[in-house]
């Protein structure tokens, strides 16, 4: 089946312009996450939403930072006034997870955005 | 703040060898072990995931589990040239539901050929 897809693939931004990001889970994946992965870096979690409650979004670097799952599939990872340092690749991952049965925390990753602000 | 641990490399090794890749971590609360692989440009793909103290074998891989060392590893038997990629090392303090991962920041392996 169709695995975790993003969109756009890349984005260029001039600093302080807005962007969106878009994230298909894959179909029925209860539980939806968002990291950040600097180049060199391992990726550091940013948001979790079960469904379309987000339960966790102690990683969002700033209030410029929002994210939303309004219908508890497709995710959008919103920077506001963005800044050098938001450059980075943004990667979704979705899970089938808390739901009985399914691999304790087990993650399938999407492409990523590269989102480069110059 | 949780914390994970790996030697960045690279780490190389010659085709047909046996490839050591370790992780330290630094939550006791931790409950869940993951090694996720990531090629050069490609988002990270899960390889092994360990619960339990041990080891645990699937294939040429074999992850092993240490939580009074608070030590995860990673072998890869009889390397092959395509084994060679980043390897992630992650933790959750999930038991049973979903949790965001912490990751290492990774060890860049080389199998030489």
């Known amino acids: 089946g169709a695995g975790v897809s993003q969109s756009p693939r890349y984005k260029v931004a001039k600093r302080g312009q807005d962007v969106a990001l878009r994230c298909d889970p894959i179909s029925g994946h209860v539980s939806l996450f968002w990291y950040q992965q600097a180049l060199g870096q391992g990726p550091e979690f940013l948001t979790y939403?079960?469904?379309?409650?987000?339960?966790?979004k102690s990683g969002l670097p700033s209030d410029r930072f929002f994210a939303e799952r309004p219908e508890g599939s497709v995710s959008t990872l919103k920077i506001q006034r963005t800044q050098q340092e938001d450059s980075a690749v943004y990667l979704c991952a979705s899970s089938p997870a808390p739901l009985a049965g399914a691999p304790r925390g087990e993650q399938f990753f999407g492409p990523g955005t590269r989102l480069t602000v110059l | 703040q949780k914390e994970v641990e790996q030697n960045s490399g690279p780490l190389s090794v010659p085709e047909g060898a046996i490839a050591s890749l370790n992780c330290t971590y630094s939550d006791r609360g931790s409950q869940s072990f993951f090694w996720y692989r990531q090629y050069s440009g490609k988002s990270p793909e899960l390889i092994m995931f360990i619960y339990s103290n041990g080891d645990k074998e699937d294939g040429r891989f074999t992850a092993q589990l240490n939580k009074a060392s608070q030590y995860v590893s990673l072998l890869i038997r009889d390397s092959q040239p395509s084994d060679s990629a980043t390897y992630l090392c992650?933790?959750?303090?999930?038991?049973?539901?979903?949790?965001?991962?912490?990751f290492g920041k990774g060890t860049h392996l080389i199998i030489q050929p």
């Open positions: 939403f079960q469904n379309e409650a987000q339960l966790d």
């Open positions: 992650a933790v959750t303090d999930s038991g049973g539901g979903a949790d965001g991962l912490t």
